[in-house]
């Protein structure tokens, strides 16, 4: 595979490629009503730092890591740190409101990540997620994007913080509404059925379950035939989907909470921190510690 070539760029960077439309905290960047008009496409950046786009106007196609991205008039798109993003190609009309914010300012305000993660893991295996939305819902959303820009006068990192996790709150209970409309929408075959029932299972009980066969028993299905339908459907074994649950939720703790590895390997229901260690290990290729220390780099 063609090695990606990309620059590591900081929150301030950001700032500055905004062109000084946008405004800035330290671990904090919004953009109200950003045009693209004279900006080239084709950049590659990576960034310590989230961020929620909401196109209001155009379009931009984007590539985040691999995957192509089409963010279009009424969709919002919401992407993690250390992804690699590029935009591909935009209209001339484009507008977006953006918020980015730091891994320190995730880790502050406490974002409820483990309600948050399994709708995002159900909806994209990528490390971003895209969403249509109507035009009651994309209202809101600028709304948020408003209070966000008319609170940085007062310059409390607290009162964004707060903003920021009911907007990441709203934008799961809309994912959420999503999938509930799918549901009922949609035709699916028994095999469909198993997989989003075992998705949904994992992601209520892998802190306390990595066992296929606890969920084929609780899907009253043999573990051979759920590894089997699991994989025909996803591509990923059973067992492939509860380490990513485990792990990303190890992930999550290591970089944004201040708990000991031995607490997190109680969390997540390890019998020693040994046991945990090789685990994570075994799956990332680094040690819990290692992984916890290159962050604070």
């Given at each position: ?252 703790l290591l970089n944004y ?11 997540l229901n390890f019998s ?26």
């Amino acid at each position: 595979m063609e090695a990606i070539n990309y620059s590591n760029i900081t929150m301030t960077q950001i700032h500055h490629m905004m062109g000084g439309m946008s405004t800035q905290t330290e671990n904090f960047v919004i953009c109200k009503d950003y045009r693209w008009e004279n900006k080239a496409a084709g950049n590659t950046y990576c960034a310590d730092a989230a961020a929620v786009i909401l196109c209001r106007k155009g379009y931009i196609k984007m590539r985040v890591n691999l995957r192509e991205q089409l963010l279009k008039e009424g969709s919002i798109m919401l992407y993690g740190p250390h992804n690699i993003i590029s935009v591909i190609e935009k209209s001339d009309d484009t507008v977006c409101d953006f918020i980015f914010f730091s891994s320190e300012f995730m880790k502050d305000a406490r974002f409820d990540l483990q309600t948050i993660m399994p709708i995002y893991k159900y909806v994209s295996e990528d490390s971003s997620s895209l969403l249509n939305l109507e035009t009651d819902e994309a209202a809101l959303m600028e709304q948020y994007y408003i209070l966000l820009r008319d609170s940085m006068q007062f310059n409390k990192q607290n009162i964004l913080r707060e903003i920021v996790s009911v907007m990441m709150r709203t934008i799961s209970e809309l994912y959420a509404r999503r999938l509930e409309e799918s549901e009922h929408t949609s035709v699916k075959t028994r095999q469909q059925e198993y997989f989003e029932r075992f998705i949904k299972q994992v992601a209520l009980f892998y802190r306390e379950h990595r066992s296929v066969k606890f969920y084929a028993d609780s899907l009253y299905i043999t573990p051979k035939y759920l590894s089997t339908v699991i994989k025909e459907i996803s591509g990923r074994s059973a067992a492939e989907w509860i380490n990513e649950f485990v792990i990303q939720e190890a992930k999550i703790l290591l970089n944004y909470s201040t708990k000991s590895i031995q607490e997190i390997t109680y969390d997540l229901n390890f019998s020693n921190q040994s046991f945990f260690g090789k685990y994570f290990k075994r799956h990332t290729g680094v040690s819990p510690s290692e992984f916890r220390a290159a962050k604070n780099i």
